[in-house]
């Protein structure tokens, strides 16, 4: 199941490539000048001998994402510093799972099928509401707003979240700022979306967003969601550009509009159970691997999207409306709302008082 890695993401990051040694070895790895596995691989000196294991990696998105990329690096590292003995096999697409994303997290908790994975917030907030306090609307400004929460108390508390679900959070990679695209016409301001059919993932605070934006939006799995487009069942999606390309949306969508109305990341996590399995030496292996897994996936991410959004002005796959076109404070004004209605669900479903979920949401502003 596991397929040659397409890096035409490093490329534009890095430059020339060139396959490290280890490539030969683990042929679904291809080096770039700046992530080598076989020198970036944690080294392990325990003595412990490496049990001779097989993790199943599962993503949402398809072969060639940043997400998929993060899975065939990782098993890359695993591999050159176990000797081979752990391996990770990607499964991109939800494969395991029919293309259902919920399916995979419930597979990646339960953990017979799924031991790794990359899952969106949005998707885990099917679990648990305080998910999605990362993507309530304009919630981040930029990339170093998102960083400077991640890197403190917010992605401290969610990788708290996560091991209440049995995971281990290894690392905080990035789906990235959700762009909106259709095949009507240009997404300026609020009032463009009345007569738009739009595609959202499964998840409550998009739902709610969207009915605040007076927007017909309705759930389809990301693996059907390019027929859906295809045929006019829905007239647009929205999703960041790497995503986007990833899935060929621009050859049947003709407008793209860079709202970054609000921001979702990735969670690279493990199976407490399949990581237990290990000693502390060589799970400090797997934490370093892992992590370093995880930043790859952001650092790529963002080499590419100035690239994608370049490429589609230049060769008019889509008309791009850049943020500076954009009437924002319309739509900040009519999803005004979400924050109350966010803080009314975590008392609601998970038992706060207003001043707990209050707290809880001020660790991302």
């Known amino acids: 199941m596991k397929r040659k890695m397409a890096f035409a993401l490093t490329v534009a990051m890095a430059g020339t490539m060139s396959l490290a040694a280890s490539a030969a070895d683990y042929p679904d790895y291809e080096a770039s000048d700046v992530y080598v596995a076989a020198e970036e691989a944690a080294e392990y000196t325990g003595s412990d001998e490496w049990p001779e294991v097989t993790w199943n990696f599962d993503c949402s998105t398809g072969d060639t994402s940043?997400?998929?990329?993060?899975?065939y690096y990782f098993n890359a590292l695993m591999q050159e510093s176990?000797?081979?003995?752990?391996e990770v096999a990607v499964y991109a697409g939800e494969q395991l799972t029919n293309g259902d994303q919920v399916a995979g997290i419930q597979a990646l908790m339960d953990g017979n099928t799924l031991q790794v994975s990359l899952h969106s917030n949005l998707i885990y907030a099917n679990f648990d509401p305080r998910f999605n306090v990362v993507s309530l609307p304009y919630n981040f400004a930029d990339y170093d707003a998102v960083d400077a929460v991640m890197a403190d108390a917010g992605g401290e508390a969610l990788k708290e979240v996560l091991a209440e679900y049995g995971l281990v959070c290894e690392g905080i990679g990035e789906?990235?700022?959700?762009?909106i695209t259709n095949s009507k016409k240009p997404i300026v301001s609020v009032d463009d979306l009345a007569d738009i059919k739009m595609r959202i993932c499964s998840n409550d605070l998009c739902a709610e967003v969207y009915r605040e934006w007076n927007c017909d939006a309705s759930v389809m799995n990301w693996s059907e969601t390019y027929t859906g487009l295809q045929q006019g069942t829905v007239d647009g999606q929205e999703n960041p550009e790497t995503a986007i390309a990833s899935a060929s949306v621009q050859?049947?969508?003709?407008y793209i509009s860079l709202w970054n109305a609000y921001y979702d990341c990735l969670f690279f996590c493990i199976n407490q159970n399949a990581y237990d399995q290990f000693t502390d030496e060589q799970k400090a292996v797997i934490d370093a691997n892992a992590a370093k897994a995880a930043?790859?996936?952001?650092?790529i991410n963002r080499a590419n999207v100035e690239k994608l959004v370049a490429e589609w002005k230049e060769t008019g796959?889509?008309?791009v409306t850049t943020f500076d076109e954009i009437d924002s404070e319309s739509f900040k004004t009519a999803s005004?709302?979400?924050?109350d209605w966010y803080v009314a669900q975590l008392v609601d479903q998970k038992g706060m008082s207003e001043e707990e979920a209050a707290a809880f949401v001020a660790n991302f502003q």
């Open 317 to 319: 796959a889509m008309e």
């Open 251 to 254: 050859d049947v969508q003709s």
């Open 295 to 299: 930043e790859y996936q952001k650092a």
């Open 175 to 179: 789906n990235g700022f959700r762009q």
């Open 82 to 86: 176990t000797g081979g003995a752990v």
């Open 66 to 71: 940043t997400w998929a990329q993060a899975g």
């Open 336 to 339: 005004a709302g979400a924050a």
